[in-house]
């Protein structure tokens, strides 16, 4: 596990970006954490990593947002607005979360039974006592087989 605390959006955009430079093909980001914690930061962070192009924005309304065009396809989810994780299949989700791409999952603790074992956990957290920037983050790699 690792954990890590930043005190400024750039340096959580910093950090989420060396891990999209890392990111595999195959590979599932559980993101969770409270509204406002930081999770599209760092979705858009990842997303530079990987080289993706353009605008990195929520997808709270859409739930998808696929951005092609950097290194590896990365597909962008917010699950928030799902009633239930047949909603997230639904929609076509499965395939994406077993395919070659990069899936980053926003509230990922509501879809948890649809993530694949080897998922990485990332969790971000406030701390107001430490300041209103504060935030710690956890890295938590999944089981490899
Ligand atoms: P979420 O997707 O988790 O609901 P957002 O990423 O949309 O949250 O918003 C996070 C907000 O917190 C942004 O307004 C961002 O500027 C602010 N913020 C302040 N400090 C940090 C930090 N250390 N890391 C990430 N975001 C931060
Ligand atoms: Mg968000």
Redesign the pocket.
């Known amino acids: 596990m690792i954990v890590i605390d930043?005190?400024?959006?750039r340096?959580?955009?910093a950090f989420a970006r060396r891990l999209g430079e890392q990111a595999k093909a195959g590979d599932v980001y559980a993101?969770d954490?409270?509204?406002?914690?930081?999770?599209?930061?760092?979705?858009k962070g990842f997303a530079a990593g990987l080289g993706v192009p353009g605008t990195v924005s929520?997808p709270t309304f859409t739930i998808i947002q696929v951005h092609e065009g950097g290194r590896l396809p990365l597909y962008h989810m917010?699950v928030y607005r799902l009633s239930d994780e047949d909603e997230l299949e639904a929609v076509g989700a499965e395939e994406m979360l077993r395919g070659d791409g990069v899936c980053l999952v926003?509230w990922a603790c509501l879809v948890r039974g649809l993530l694949p074992p080897e998922t990485t956990r990332i969790t971000?957290e406030k701390d107001l006592a430490r300041g209103?920037?504060?935030?710690r983050i956890r890295v938590e790699y999944g089981s490899r087989a």
């Open positions: 930043t005190a400024s959006e340096e959580t955009l993101l954490g409270d509204l406002g914690a930081g999770k599209t930061v760092f979705a929520s917010d926003e971000i209103t920037d504060f935030r």
